[in-house]
């Protein structure tokens, strides 16, 4: 019986020295076991150990934005999946749908937002809004109305902002691939 007893107090104790893994850790490395990328995708984990803190980088090969690599960060807390990631872009871009902050307007990252949805989804509407920009729901107002009144100048801007340049008074990061 006593030996019993210090067995369990053992188990115990390993049990406490071990972390705990939270359900959202388990739901995000099902996530991530069943992501199915295109090659113009690839994540990055900074820290292997930190599943919840990644980034992605987008290479759209079609499209106006085609040529340019944008990195968005992905902060996924312990309310996931009842709570979508938190997702910023890291670069200053031209774009309707992501602010010069980095904050992105995607309706699955907002509203639209349920739990069956998952990190897959969520990176191909990322995808998305670089070959559909959204001038319907913006962030940058701007940009929305360049591409409403004028579809040509949009293009001559976004052109100009992947090669870092300046667009009234604001500069953007420079993101074209060599």
């Known amino acids: 019986m006593i ?3 210090s ?5 115990d104790s390993a049990a ?24 113009t995708m690839q994540t990055n984990f900074p820290d292997p150990a930190d599943l919840l803190n990644f980034t992605l980088t987008i290479q759209p090969d079609e499209g106006m934005y085609k040529g340019g690599a944008f990195v968005f ?3 996924i807390n312990s309310n ?5 990631p938190k997702v910023k872009c890291t670069q200053t871009i031209y ?6 902050e980095g904050n992105v307007c995607l309706n699955i990252l907002r509203e639209d937002w349920k739990p069956v949805l998952n990190l897959n989804t969520v990176m191909v ?10 001038a319907d729901d913006p962030l940058n107002k701007e940009a929305a109305e360049d591409l409403r009144r004028n579809r040509e100048a949009f293009l001559q801007n976004v052109k100009n902002s ?4 300046n667009i009234r008074g604001t500069q953007y990061d420079r993101v074209l691939i060599a």
Do not use: C
Request: proline share 10%; glycine share 4%.
């Open 162 to 165: 992947l090669r870092g340049g």
């Open 16 to 39: 406490k020295k071990k972390p705990k893994t939270s359900a959202a850790q388990i739901r995000v490395q099902k996530d991530l076991t069943e992501l199915d990328l295109p090659s």
């Open 3 to 5: 030996k019993i007893w």
């Open 95 to 100: 774009h309707p749908n992501v602010d010069l």
């Open 125 to 134: 509407g990322l995808q998305y809004l670089f070959l559909e920009p959204n």
């Open 73 to 75: 960060s992905f902060n």
């Open 7 to 11: 067995m369990k107090k053992n188990e």
């Open 80 to 84: 996931y999946p009842h709570e979508p």
